[in-house]
């Protein structure tokens, strides 16, 4: 299955493991374009009441990719990175990934 045709976070993207309930990753990911692939269930929803929340914007909802080459991968089983994860300009999510697991902020 094509990752934009999944409609749920239950299902995952190919090949990625799960790190928490919205959030996966997978090592040379996105067809080999990131050595390191994190994957975000993406709500635009979630983002309601902050102060960037544009009620105009695109309303996609489904799983995102991203490649962490701005972060130091600290290790990779389990899987660790620094600094913090932040996705800024889509829902907002924002933790951290360390032992394996995500840790929300």
């Known amino acids: 299955m094509y990752w934009a045709d999944i409609t749920t976070p239950e299902t995952l993207p190919e090949g990625t493991t799960r790190l928490g309930p ?7 990911g996105f067809d080999g374009n990131y050595p390191i692939c994190v994957w975000h ?4 929803h979630l983002w309601a009441g902050r102060d960037h929340y544009d009620e105009h914007r695109d309303e996609y909802i489904g799983w995102t990719p991203a490649g962490a080459g701005a972060h130091d991968v600290i290790s990779l089983d389990p899987l660790h990175l620094e600094p913090s994860v932040y996705w800024p300009d889509c829902c907002g999510m924002h933790g951290f990934i360390r032992d394996g697991q995500w840790v929300g902020v």
Do not use: G, I, N, R
Request: charged letters at 35%.
């Open 22 to 28: 919205l959030v996966a990753w997978e090592k040379d």
């Open 41 to 44: 269930w993406c709500d635009h």
